[in-house]
């Protein structure tokens, strides 16, 4: 990719123009853009200024294979008195690449902030129709290839793409404080045939650049705390957490024999004054330790008789202000630490310095409080909360980082990086944590809401497909006790990530859960993201008529959950094959519908035709290889049954643990850790074998 300048400037690259008539700008503080003129261009760099001379800029690319990066710098230096007002750069829009046309595209997936803190999904025809703070687009390109544009936070400033009047966009870079100089990243660029690796090659290529410390997914460290199924306290009893509701809970788990390994002490174990849910959002926090009323004995008493009485691991929930208002200024921790608080300039809020050794010293306290309470991890929420409540403290890429590294440190040194980091979707926050890897990408659970639950579904696999270039989506917490807990179960077992429910008093339903779950509570765990299958990419199935799938894979075989999103609850159809599973290129599978345990044979380009009625209907398909005349298709109990198993050897594997193993075609001369057993047909070209539920680590063997 390079600069071509001919009377206007394009970005081309060896297929053509891609970012077609770039016209850069800056504004000063409340001022109208201000276009500066080229003065000097060659492949890489790019020249501007204005016609006073007082306002340059320079416009630079890097390249690597297929990525490339746009930076900018500026020196803004107007006198005080002219139309552009104050002598800094303005503080919400501060210099930007109006882009007049992309090559023709056949569709756009923009990912964008539908909120403060969460990002969402939108899939459209024409630049014209992209939603505003966009933070990566998605174009496929007429001859078959993917465009993909990411936006970026760097030192200081952070970017953000917008639909144009014009009908193009404009990419611009703003932090919400006042600066006169600029030299910063302020967009990636990838372009692959592949649109699967578009996410991860731009992502490690920004990291390079902006030089940031943190890592791809690949190279993070899964918390082993989250290997297995856990609880939180929230949807269960919300404003009425006690330490005795929480015993009773763990009680429950224990008579019905459901292996929940952890749990979540979350939002109003505090002592917040005068706080119920409507006014929640307005409290501040009032002390390190838990409300006394509710736990009349302290946190480190709930947290203790949770461990001792019931063998769990115990995570707290905090935000990142304390509450969500802030710390509150009558209490011990505003009087004993004032040092570390500040005002908010937007609200008014004490909330921590934004200062690196102050936010350091600020989650040391906290962390170091819920070590002491003998905690084992904490949820760190409202990270996005920096552009509401520190604008003209500092500059929004100078806090992000600051407060990224503070809340990393402090969270390794208390509990060895165990973490679930919760609302920071922001391109803030996704380029500055250094170290953890699991992060929320889904708005909060609503129990009894089927529209909700496809709303969830296209948010966490777009937000995957975007985001799980560094991180572990976790798809929050869901009842097992609720319409849509089958739906919620199988895609939580098809996540990749954490898992955990949050049923109310006396609700878990045990068959709901343990499909996705080992006796002992380990999560059957897939280590990729699911994520909207090839087809369902760049198609809006909100509105198509279309299926909507998502797919993730094991080591032997792909997975594909297939579900109706149409939104008014229309039939829908479409069909089921290999190319649902983004990689595998075998001639020949088998599709295994997992609930109504039937086998269709597909060679490659062949496709199983699909209705889907209401949003109740769904189906959970296995696309397995047929390499072999018996093919191993694992404990057909769980949901993952593909992901039950591990081949050592030529028709051996290990089992994890008993239930029904299930082949492929019949096995011949089947042995059970040695011993000859018969398997049984189960169903056309389907055959199991019974093993032990008690027994772990099972040899199997077959075709001797």
Not at 630 to 639: A, Q
Request: hydrophobic content about 40%; proline content about 4%.
């Amino acid at each position: 990719m390079k600069f071509l300048y001919n009377n206007t400037l394009n970005l081309v690259t060896a297929q053509g123009v891609l970012l077609q008539d770039m016209r850069f700008w800056v504004r000063g503080q409340g001022g109208e853009k201000n276009y500066l003129n080229i003065t000097e261009a060659n492949d890489g760099v790019v020249s501007y200024s204005n016609e006073n001379g007082d306002i340059t800029a320079v416009l630079s690319i890097a390249c690597k294979d297929n990525t490339a990066a746009l930076k900018v710098d500026i020196d803004y230096a107007p006198k005080l008195g002219t139309t552009w007002g104050q002598n800094h750069l303005d503080t919400d829009s501060a210099a930007g690449i109006d882009i007049a046309s992309m090559p023709e595209s056949l569709g756009y997936m923009a990912n964008f902030m539908r909120c403060d803190y969460w990002c969402g999904t939108k899939i459209f025809d024409a630049l014209k129709d992209m939603p505003v703070r966009t933070q990566a687009l998605l174009a496929k390109q007429k001859d078959g290839g993917y465009a993909y544009l990411l936006t970026t936070c760097d030192n200081y400033f952070k970017s953000n793409i917008i639909a144009a009047e014009d009908g193009g966009c404009t990419v611009f870079i703003y932090a919400r404080f006042p600066i006169s100089k600029c030299s910063e990243h302020m967009l990636i660029i990838g372009l692959e045939n592949d649109p699967y690796k578009l996410p991860d090659i731009t992502a490690e290529y920004g990291l390079k650049v902006m030089k940031k410390k943190g890592k791809a997914r690949k190279e993070r460290r899964y918390p082993e705390v989250f290997e297995y199924l856990g609880w939180c306290s929230w949807d269960a009893f919300h404003m009425d957490v006690t330490h005795e509701g929480l015993l009773q809970k763990a009680q429950e788990f224990k008579d019905k024999g459901i292996p929940v390994r952890w749990a979540i002490i979350d939002d109003m174990w505090a002592e917040v004054h005068n706080n119920n849910i409507p006014t929640m959002h307005s409290r501040e926090l009032y002390n390190f330790e838990a409300d006394p009323v509710r736990f009349p004995n302290g946190l480190a008493a709930a947290v203790g008789d949770l461990k001792e009485q019931y063998g769990l691991k115990v995570g707290i929930w905090y935000p990142t202000l304390g509450y969500w208002n802030g710390i509150d200024p009558e209490g011990p921790i505003a009087r004993e630490h004032s040092d570390l608080l500040t005002i908010s300039h937007n609200n008014g809020r004490l909330i921590p310095s934004p200062r690196l050794e102050k936010l350091f010293q600020y989650f040391n306290m906290f962390n170091s409080f819920f070590k002491d309470c003998n905690a084992d991890f904490v949820k760190v929420d409202w990270q996005s909360c920096i552009l509401l409540n520190y604008e003209h403290l500092a500059p929004v890429g100078y806090i992000a980082k600051n407060l990224h590294t503070a809340i990393e440190a402090t969270v390794g040194g208390n509990f060895d990086g165990n973490l679930i980091n919760c609302m920071g979707m922001g391109n803030e926050n996704f380029w500055n944590r250094p170290l953890s890897l699991v992060n929320r990408i889904s708005g909060d659970f609503m129990p009894e809401d089927r529209k909700w639950f496809v709303q969830h579904l296209i948010q966490c696999s777009f937000n995957a497909f975007t985001q799980g270039s560094i991180y572990t989506g976790d798809w929050d917490m869901w009842w097992s006790d609720d319409a849509q807990g089958v739906k919620n179960s199988v895609l939580r077992a098809m996540s990749g990530g954490p898992v955990y429910v949050s049923d109310e008093l006396g609700r878990s339903i045990k068959e709901k859960i343990m499909p996705i779950v080992y006796s002992d509570g380990k999560i059957i765990r897939l280590k990729e993201s699911a994520r909207p299958a090839p087809e369902c990419l760049l198609n809006d199935c909100e509105h198509n008529g279309k299926i909507f799938k998502v797919f993730n894979k094991t080591e032997n075989a792909g997975i594909v959950a297939a579900f109706n999103i149409d939104e008014e609850e229309k039939a829908v159809s479409g069909e089921i094959s290999i190319a649902d599973v983004y990689g595998m290129a075998d001639e020949r599978c088998a599709v295994v519908d997992y609930f109504a345990k039937t086998v269709t044979v597909l060679e490659k380009g062949e496709k199983l035709d699909l209705t889907l009625n209401n949003y109740d209907d769904f189906r959970l398909y296995y696309i397995i290889p047929l390499n072999e005349a018996v093919v191993p298709l694992g404990v057909m109990d769980k949901y993952m049954a593909p992901a039950t198993f591990n081949i050592f050897a030529d028709k051996k594997c290990v089992v994890e643990e008993g239930g029904k193993f299930c082949f492929i075609g019949e096995p011949k001369n089947v042995y059970v850790n040695g011993e000859a057993v018969k398997a049984e047909k189960m169903g056309d070209m389907l055959y199991a074998v019974n093993l032990s539920c008690d027994e772990k680590k099972i040899i199997l063997e077959w075709g001797k």
